[in-house]
């Protein structure tokens, strides 16, 4: 089946230094990654979909600059929270699409997700 | 917009006992629905989904799910819980105009009594 993995599964860091969070189809092409976060005991809040090639498409409220998405290859998309701080602490989980799946059903895979705390 | 409810954010059943997660949609047009599984610290797995095929939908690990248009709902059940069940599961909606998306609901953490 479709595999995605996350890397690293658990980081800390000092405040004020950035983290990238690697997320790669292992056995599938994919065209669109998506990344989500997730508060304590909360749903997932979607923040961007990237597509290879191209620029992320961040939703209302996130700031871009502060999470940098850059998906270089049909199968790895990195996040890059910079200046990290305390309140950036979350789990955060992507997700990818397949290439080639047609039609307004899609189906995404996610990855096991990345605990980061910003001490 | 789309969205999702999932009413009761804990649910406690006894072994054996039969489950029921319960989610309500909100769309103009049918939706493309689904209910993912999250174990502690781990990443969502797909139970089930709904996309306009048969309006009961049978998934991994015993559960279904049933899309009632006139309801406007999308509930999870499984006949006999197991204490592997325990974990959180969150009803999603991919809005049929936005292929891309997928809106999750709050989730529902089901515990499971011996």
């Known amino acids: 089946g479709a595999v995605v993995s996350q890397h690293p599964s658990r980081v800390i860091c000092k405040s004020g230094t950035s983290v990238k969070i690697e997320c790669r189809s292992l056995d599938f092409q994919a065209t669109t990654m998506f990344w989500y976060r997730q508060f304590p005991k909360k749903s997932l809040m979607l923040m961007a979909t990237s597509n290879e090639g191209s620029k992320a498409t961040y939703e209302q409220g996130v700031e871009k600059d502060k999470f940098l998405i850059n998906h270089a290859s049909l199968t790895l998309s990195t996040l890059t929270v910079t200046s990290a701080h305390p309140e950036d602490s979350s789990f955060y989980i992507c997700s990818a699409r397949p290439k080639g799946l047609a039609g307004p059903y899609n189906e995404q895979f996610f990855g096991p997700g990345t605990r980061l705390t910003v001490l | 917009a789309q969205s999702v409810t999932q009413l009761g954010s804990h649910v406690s059943v006894s072994e054996g006992a039969l489950v029921l997660l319960r989610c309500n949609y909100s769309s103009s047009v049918p939706p493309y629905l689904f209910w993912y599984v999250q174990y502690p610290n781990q990443g969502l797995q797909l139970l089930l989904k709904?996309?306009?095929?048969?309006?009961l939908v049978k998934g991994i690990n015993g559960f279904e799910a049933e899309f009632k248009k006139s309801e406007t709902s999308f509930h999870l059940t499984k006949p006999s819980a197991h204490m592997s069940d325990a974990a959180e599961y969150f009803c999603?909606?991919?809005?049929?105009?936005?292929?891309?998306?997928?809106?999750f609901g709050s989730g529902t953490r089901l515990s499971i009594r011996p």
């Open positions: 709904y996309t306009s095929a048969a309006t």
């Open positions: 999603a909606v991919s809005p049929y105009s936005s292929a891309s998306k997928i809106i």
